[in-house]
């Protein structure tokens, strides 16, 4: 497998049971985060190992649906997102480190892996531009986070 990934870093300011909250719930994650415009809940229960959902948004100026599942979840601290299309699997995986009972630093790696030398898609979606626009979509959908959850009450 050859793969890229893109790492982004966001203080926020509230504890961290809120912000783990706001990053798994699904439901009023279409609320939350401006890039997501429509989200499709395809397993009952809470978010945990096995949660698959499909995403719908605007990434390089198109509108895209991907089905995601959970792979690892670990509440407050850890849990992973996997997706796969056209032969490339993502992996998204969220750290909440505490730092104190006020504020948290998220740190969320998305990574693209393609069997053999199927480079040509990695290449437009982590090289270069496509890595620029991964990052700040990444940043964007913290910046999101960190809005509907800072000076609120959990």
């Known amino acids: 497998m050859t793969g890229r ?26 609320r939350v985060l401006s890039g997501v415009s429509k989200v499709e809940i395809l397993t009952d229960g809470a978010f945990d190992v096995g949660t ?3 995403e719908t948004r605007r990434m390089f100026g198109k509108d895209a649906t ?30 909440l480190r505490a730092d104190g009972p006020s504020a948290t630093t998220v740190s969320m790696t998305f990574s693209a892996e393609a069997p053999g030398g199927v480079m040509g898609l990695l290449t437009k979606i982590l090289g270069g531009l496509g890595a620029r626009a991964v990052r700040r979509a990444i940043a964007k959908d913290l910046d999101d ?10």
């Open 52 to 54: 698959r959902w499909r």
């Open 5 to 30: 990934s893109v790492v982004v870093e966001r203080r926020i300011a509230a504890g961290q049971r809120r912000v783990w909250q706001a990053l798994t719930d699904l439901e009023g994650m279409d």
């Open 145 to 154: 986070v960190a809005s509907s959850v800072e000076g609120r009450d959990g």
């Open 66 to 95: 991907e089905e995601m599942w959970v792979t690892a979840s670990e509440p407050p601290e850890r849990y992973v997102v996997e997706a796969e299309s056209r032969g490339t699997r993502y992996v998204s995986e969220f750290l």
